[in-house]
């Protein structure tokens, strides 16, 4: 079965410190990676994908996430945490081909909080 | 503006009683999904449409039906809602290709079924 974890629930960060929202994933076939986050009240954003080439992509508002096809996992990071980073960040897969070609599954989510 | 619109955003209903949420899109996109949000489980999806007249099940597909007659609309349907379609449910669309590919999410429906 597809699968995306988010290991954590919560991650507490302070302002400046660097940040890391973990996501792993159980797919057949080769996947497109997605972040995503939600503001309280509000719908899903886009931050930034991987679907080929260079395992680092970078997104929007200073993120970046690292692809690792070794240990299927997709961790988002931020060098450098806002306040206004706060809120809730979900990890999403698509596979490639296949049966379940074209559909997406999503990580129950990842609450983060940066404190001042 | 592009954007995907969803109406009702809040809904509040009684068990077997028909409700139809409306989502279109203004983007040309090919790609449209429908997704509800619950506690602790992230999304899910429903049902998915990769063009029109050509839509198949996602996850969680029971209790709800879709329909793709124009490219920009995809209205969910619940024929006989139950309590426990009570959620936060989302409309989506997409190009599927490369570096188009990214899903703009509607702002959500909020469900409230008695």
């Known amino acids: 079965a597809q699968s995306v974890a988010q290991p954590e629930d919560q991650v507490n960060v302070a302002e400046g410190n660097p940040l890391t929202v973990k996501c792993t994933y159980s797919v057949s076939g080769n996947p497109y990676l997605f972040w995503y986050v939600q503001y309280p009240n509000r719908g899903l954003q886009f931050l930034l994908k991987?679907?080929?080439?260079?395992?680092l992509v970078k997104g929007s508002y200073g993120f970046e996430a690292e692809f690792n096809k070794s240990q299927t996992s997709f961790h988002l990071k931020k060098p450098s945490a806002l306040v206004s980073d706060s809120a809730l960040y979900f990890c999403?897969?698509?596979?490639?081909?296949?049966?379940?070609?074209?559909?997406?599954?999503f990580g129950s989510g990842t609450k983060l909080n940066v404190k001042p | 503006e592009a954007q995907v619109t969803q109406n009702p955003r809040y809904l509040i209903t009684v068990t077997g009683k028909k409700l139809t949420v409306t989502c279109s899109q203004n983007m040309n996109h090919e790609y449209m999904s429908w997704y509800r949000q619950d506690p602790g489980l992230g999304l899910r999806q429903i049902y998915y449409s990769m063009n029109v007249e050509v839509t198949d099940k996602g996850d969680v597909p029971e209790g709800y039906k879709v329909s793709r007659k124009e490219k920009r609309n995809f209205p969910l349907i619940l024929e006989s809602p139950s309590p426990n379609q009570t959620s936060l449910y989302f409309c989506a669309s997409s190009f599927l290709a490369g570096d188009r590919e990214t899903q703009y999410f509607g702002p959500g429906t909020r469900l409230l079924v008695l």
């Open positions: 999403a897969v698509r596979v490639k081909g296949g049966y379940n070609f074209n559909k997406f599954y």
């Open positions: 991987y679907i080929t080439g260079d395992n």
